[in-house]
Each structure stands twice: as structure tokens, then as C-alpha cells.
């Protein structure tokens, strides 16, 4: 479901009315820790303008978002939070998009984290 700019959780994180624990802060981008994070370091970064998904992101902006992403993920192995990351993006709620306002999570990954993504529960409908 469409959500105003006026409501929306990131676009409060980003107009600074809910406070976030911002890792890096640039003219187009924002990237902030997560509240829940799947390891320590998971880190989430945002647009400063709303955009619901990806495909609604212009594709120049879609290409500095990877760049602002890969400098916080290069940041992250050079402090050793992790020795290796994933890259993830929901998009639209059946793939797991809970807000929807867009945006890339980067979460650090070690050796036997645990941690697996993409388990498909068989039988489940
Ligand atoms: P999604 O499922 O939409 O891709 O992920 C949303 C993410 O935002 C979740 O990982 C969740 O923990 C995080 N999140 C939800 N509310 C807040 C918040 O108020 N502050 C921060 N920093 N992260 C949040
Ligand atoms: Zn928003």
C-alpha cells in the first residue's frame, strides 16, 4: 500500500523527526542501523526523496545508491565487522517489503554466521 511522504517512517528518519543511528549521510542518501539488525553492522540505506521501490528510483540515482551502498559495505570489511556482506533489497510486501519506502539492506557476514537467506518452506502456501 502507498504510504505519504507526510507518514512515512523513513522519510521521518530522514526529515530527522525520528531519531536514527546514522552511519553515513551524503546530498541524495542516507544510511542508518537497522533497529533490528540480523548481525551487528546491518545497516540500511535510504533515498532522501521517497521512492516506493526500486523501480520507481531513476536509474542515475539508482546507480549512485549502488556506489553510496558499496562505500558502506567497503567500510565495513575495512573495520573488520565483517569478513564478508550481502546485499539485499525487498520489494512490494510478498517479498518481504514492510516499509515501503526503498531501500538497500547491507548486512555483514562472517564464517558459520547461521545465518541462510532464501529458505523456501516446503509445503507452505
Ligand atoms: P524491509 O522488510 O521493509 O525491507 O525492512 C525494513 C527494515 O527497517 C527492517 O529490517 C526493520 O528492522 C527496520 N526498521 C523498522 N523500523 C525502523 C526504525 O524506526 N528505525 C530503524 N533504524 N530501522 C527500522
Ligand atoms: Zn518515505
Redesign the pocket.
Known amino acids: 500500500m502507498a504510504v505519504s511522504e507526510k507518514d512515512c ?1 523513513f522519510c521521518k ?1 530522514v526529515r530527522k523527526e ?1 531519531k ?2 546514522i552511519v553515513k549521510e551524503g546530498n541524495s542518501f542516507i544510511a ?6 540480523v548481525e551487528p553492522g ?1 545497516v ?1 540505506v535510504i533515498p532522501k526523496q521517497h521512492y516506493t521501490t526500486l523501480l520507481d528510483i531513476p536509474d542515475r540515482l539508482g546507480e549512485e545508491m549502488l556506489k553510496f551502498a558499496k562505500q558502506i559495505a567497503s567500510e565495513l570489511l575495512e573495520k573488520k565487522l565483517g569478513d564478508g556482506f550481502n546485499i539485499i ?2 520489494n512490494l510486501e510478498p517479498a ?4 515501503m519506502h526503498a ?1 538497500i ?1 547491507i548486512i555483514p557476514r562472517k564464517e558459520k554466521d547461521g545465518i541462510r537467506f532464501f529458505v523456501k518452506v516446503l509445503g507452505k502456501k
Not at 542508518?32 to 539488525?37: A, H
Not at 518481504?96 to 516499509?99: A, C, E, I, S
Open positions: 517512517l528518519i525520528i536514527a543511528d542508518i542501523k537497522d533497529i533490528n539488525p546491518h540500511l533489497m525487498n518481504g517489503q514492510l516499509v531501500h539492506h
